[in-house]
C-alpha cells in the first residue's frame, strides 16, 4: 500500500480560518469540499479499496485536498452506510463509485424486522471500528479531531427501509414509523455518537448527514413534525455538539424562510445552503436570513454546475457567492461533492477565484 | 348522486390522497352505473392531473404524489373488475421503459416519474438501476416501448445515456423509440448534445414532453 505524508498539521491554519470566519471576518473566506470520487480517481485506486482502507480514506485524502489547496480537511467516508451496515443492510461496491445500500432488499420488510435495529458491536459490526480507525488517523495526521459523522435518522430509514415505504408508513401507519424512528434513535444512533464521543473526547461537533430529508422527497410537514424532533432528541440525549446540516430545496417553496427555520432547529449554529437553490433564489436572501439570525453562512456551489462548467462560469460564481455571502466576514465556500469527471481545472478555477475575490 | 358529482369526488379524493373516499367514490360510481373508463378519465385522472401540477408548481411534493398514487390504485381495484367484464380496455397513450444507467444505484426520481406517468395514462415499465445499456435496449423491445426513459444521478454515469441512444443507432433501431434524459446534473445541453429527444427537469415534463412526442409523431 503506499505511502503519504505523516504531517498534515499545516491544515491547522484552515481550522484556524474557518473558526475566525464562523464568528467574524477571517484573512480570507474558507473553503471546504467533498470530493471523494475526485479523489479516488487521482489516487488511481478503486472505490472498494478507497472505502475501506483507512490509510487511503486519510491520508489519500488530505493529499488530495491538499493538492488543491482546499483550507479545511473533513473526513469524507460513505457515511450514510455505516450505521444501515452494521445492523445488516446490505452495502453494494462498485469499482468507480461510492458504495450505496442495495436498495432492491431493504433490511426492515416488516415489523417483525424491527428488532434487527438494536445496539452494534462497535469492535466488529460492519465498518464501525474503521470508521473509529480513521478519525484516529485524521488526529494523528492533522493534529486536530474532526467533526464526527453520523447518518441521520431520516436518511438511515429510509436506506433501511426504501423511501417510499417509509414515507407510506409515516402518512399511513405512523405508529410503526414512530416505533422504527425511536428505535434507531435510541438503540443504533445514539450508542454509536456516545462511544464515538468517548473515544474522540475532542471532537466540538458532531454532523447528521441527511440528504434525503430534502424536498420535495419530503414536505415541510414531515420535516416539522417527524425529522426535527428527533434530531432534537438525539441532541438531548447526546449533546449540544450535535447538527444536521444539509437537507436542500427551499426554493421549491413559495416561503422558502419556512424551510430554513426548520434547517436552523436541526443546526442552530450556521446555516448551510447549496446549488440548486442558492442559484435559484440567489445569495442575497441567504445572506439576509443569516444575518438576521446572527448565524454564519455556508453556500455551496454544485456538483453537476462544478463537472459541466467552463472554468470562467466557475470563476464567476465562486466570485458572485463570495462578492454577497461573504460581507461582514461570518461566510465559508463548499464545494459540493466534487465527481470524478469534474476537470482539475475547474476546481483550480474556483480556488483561484476564492483568493482572488475572498481576502478581507 | 349525478355523474358530474361522483367524477369530482372520485378526483377530488386523489387529491386529498384520500384512500377510504376513493374507494367510496369507486364503488358508488359502480353501484350506480357510472361509465368506469369515465370514472378514470374523468375523474380519478383529473385529480392526478392537479397533483402533477401542484407537485410542478412546489405545493406538493411526493409524499403527496404517493398518497395521490395510492388512492388512484384503491379506486383502480374496484373499477378494474368491471372494465375487463365489460370488456372495455384502458387505453393507454404509450409504453414506457424506464431505467437507471449502469453504475447509477439511485432510483428514486426514477420512481417519482414512473407514478406520474402511470397515472397521466401511460404504460410504465420500469426494469430498476443499473442497467446496462443493452438489458435497456432488450426490455425495450420485448415490451415494446415508445419511450426510453433514462435516469442518471451522477456525472460518472450520465454518458451511459450517451451510450443507449448510440448502441441504438449502431442496432439501426434509434427511430423505433423516443429517447426522454433526466436525473441531478444532466441538463437540456446535454441532452442536446447526446441526440436525447427530450429533457425533463421535473416528472411533470416528462409527461408533458412524452404527449408532445407522441402528437408529433400521429
Known amino acids: 500500500m503506499r505511502k503519504f505524508k505523516k504531517d498534515y498539521t499545516n491544515f491547522q491554519q484552515g481550522l484556524g480560518r474557518l473558526q475566525r470566519a464562523m464568528s467574524g471576518i477571517p484573512d480570507r473566506v474558507p473553503v471546504f469540499t467533498q470530493m471523494h470520487e475526485f479523489a479516488m480517481q487521482e489516487l488511481r485506486v478503486n472505490a472498494k479499496e478507497f472505502f475501506t482502507h483507512p490509510d487511503l480514506l486519510v491520508g489519500g485524502y488530505l493529499s488530495v485536498l491538499e493538492k488543491y489547496a482546499i483550507d479545511v480537511p473533513t473526513l469524507d467516508y460513505d457515511v450514510y452506510n455505516i450505521e444501515a451496515e452494521a445492523i445488516g443492510q446490505t452495502v453494494i461496491f462498485s469499482e468507480h463509485d461510492m458504495p450505496d445500500v442495495d436498495r432492491s432488499d431493504p433490511l426492515i ?252 | 348522486m349525478s355523474n358530474q358529482k361522483l367524477l369530482e369526488r372520485l378526483a377530488r379524493a386523489v387529491l386529498e390522497g384520500d384512500k377510504n373516499s376513493a374507494k367510496e367514490n369507486a364503488q358508488a360510481a359502480v353501484d350506480e352505473g357510472l361509465d368506469p373508463l369515465a370514472a378514470v378519465d374523468q375523474g380519478l385522472s383529473k385529480g392526478m392531473e392537479v397533483v402533477g401540477a401542484n407537485f410542478e408548481a412546489g405545493e406538493s411534493f411526493l409524499p403527496e404524489l404517493l398518497m395521490a398514487a395510492d388512492s388512484f390504485s384503491a379506486a383502480m381495484e374496484i373499477l378494474n373488475p368491471v372494465i375487463e367484464a365489460n370488456k372495455q380496455k384502458i387505453s393507454k397513450l404509450g409504453t414506457a421503459l424506464l431505467a437507471t444507467v449502469k453504475g447509477d444505484l439511485h432510483n428514486i426520481g426514477k420512481n417519482i416519474v414512473a407514478t406520474v406517468l402511470e397515472t397521466n395514462g401511460f404504460e410504465v415499465v420500469d426494469i430498476g438501476i443499473d442497467q446496462s445499456t443493452l438489458n435497456i435496449i432488450e426490455a425495450a423491445q420485448k415490451h415494446k416501448a415508445d419511450f426510453i426513459g433514462l435516469s442518471s444521478v451522477m456525472t460518472t454515469t450520465m454518458p451511459y445515456q450517451k451510450e443507449v441512444i448510440e448502441t441504438l443507432s449502431e442496432m439501426g433501431l434509434r427511430e423505433k423509440f423516443f429517447v426522454l434524459v433526466g436525473g441531478g446534473p444532466v441538463t437540456q445541453k446535454w441532452a442536446d448534445e447526446i441526440g436525447a429527444d427530450g429533457y425533463g427537469e421535473t416528472a411533470v415534463d416528462a409527461v408533458a414532453i412524452a404527449k408532445n412526442l407522441l402528437a408529433k409523431e400521429s
Not at chain 1, 486536530?144 to 436518511?155: K, M, Q
Not at chain 1, 442559484?279 to 453556500?299: M, Q, T
Open chain 1, 109 to 360: 420488510k416488516n415489523r417483525n424486522d424491527l428488532k434487527k435495529i438494536k445496539k452494534p458491536d462497535f469492535a466488529s459490526d460492519g465498518r464501525l471500528a474503521t470508521v473509529v480507525e480513521i478519525n484516529n488517523l485524521f488526529c494523528e495526521l492533522v493534529g486536530e479531531t474532526p467533526a464526527l459523522n453520523f447518518c441521520g435518522l431520516f436518511s438511515l430509514a429510509a436506506n433501511i427501509r426504501g423511501i417510499e415505504q417509509l414515507l407510506m408508513d409515516i402518512l399511513m401507519e405512523p405508529d410503526f414509523a414512530s416505533e422504527l424512528f425511536d428505535r434507531i434513535t435510541e438503540e443504533l444512533l445514539a450508542p454509536w455518537i456516545l462511544y464515538l464521543k468517548e473515544k474522540f473526547p475532542g471532537a466540538r461537533s458532531i454532523c447528521g448527514n441527511d440528504a434525503t430529508s430534502s424536498l420535495p422527497i419530503v414536505n415541510t410537514g414531515i420535516l416539522r413534525d417527524w425529522i426535527v424532533p428527533y434530531v432534537l432528541r438525539l441532541r438531548e440525549i447526546c449533546g449540544p455538539e450535535i447538527y444536521v446540516p444539509n437537507w436542500v430545496g427551499e426554493s421549491l417553496l413559495k416561503n422558502p424562510e419556512e424551510m430554513l427555520e426548520l434547517k436552523l432547529q436541526a443546526c442552530p449554529n450556521f446555516l448551510e445552503c447549496q446549488d440548486p437553490d442558492v442559484a435559484e433564489l440567489g445569495p442575497a436572501v441567504y445572506k439576509n436570513y443569516a444575518e438576521k439570525k446572527g448565524v454564519p453562512l455556508i453556500l455551496g456551489v454544485g456538483a453537476g454546475f462544478l463537472a459541466l462548467s467552463a472554468p470562467d462560469e466557475i470563476r464567476a460564481r465562486v466570485k458572485y457567492y463570495i462578492e454577497v455571502g461573504g460581507q461582514n466576514g461570518r461566510f465559508i465556500l463548499l464545494l459540493c461533492n466534487i465527481g470524478a469527471t469534474t476537470p482539475a481545472e475547474n476546481i483550480k478555477a474556483a480556488i483561484e477565484a476564492v483568493y482572488a475575490y475572498g481576502t478581507y
